[in-house]
């Protein structure tokens, strides 16, 4: 059993960063793949950011070259780095973790409850 807690959120103007924090429990962090997603009133879950077990990473087009996904093993967390935030980033943002192939929402085993992430314009 895997537990995550996820941290970082808030209210930010358009164009400014948050970074969110994942801390997991359990002593196999590391063999897991974690994965970022997001839901926005009205929406499906959708898929933001992943890091592999074997630190390769994965993100989503429109998050591309503004969020950066990272783990530090030591620390069982996972971060995501989100700068140049758009209005519609506005979402609550949840952590994930599997053992699973891909970075599909139904590759995950266990989810955080969420952080909130309000971007104004």
């Known amino acids: 059993q895997v537990q995550l807690v996820e941290s970082g959120g808030g209210l930010v103007q358009a164009g400014g960063s948050l970074r969110l924090s994942c801390a997991a429990s359990?002593?196999?962090?590391?063999?897991?793949?974690m994965g970022w997603f997001r839901q926005a009133p009205g929406n499906e879950r959708e898929f933001v950011a992943a890091?592999?077990?074997?630190?390769?990473?994965h993100y989503r087009d429109s998050v591309k070259g503004r969020f950066t996904i990272s783990r530090d093993n030591a620390k069982n967390t996972v971060y995501l780095q989100m700068n140049s935030l758009k209005p519609e980033d506005t979402a609550v943002y949840y952590c994930?973790?599997?053992?699973?192939?891909?970075?599909?929402?139904?590759?995950?085993?266990?989810w955080g409850q969420g952080t909130q992430v309000t971007v104004s314009s």
């Open positions: 359990g002593r196999t962090f590391s063999s897991y793949n």
């Open positions: 994930a973790a599997g053992s699973a192939p891909g970075w599909g929402k139904y590759a995950y085993d266990y």
């Open positions: 890091i592999m077990w074997s630190d390769s990473t």
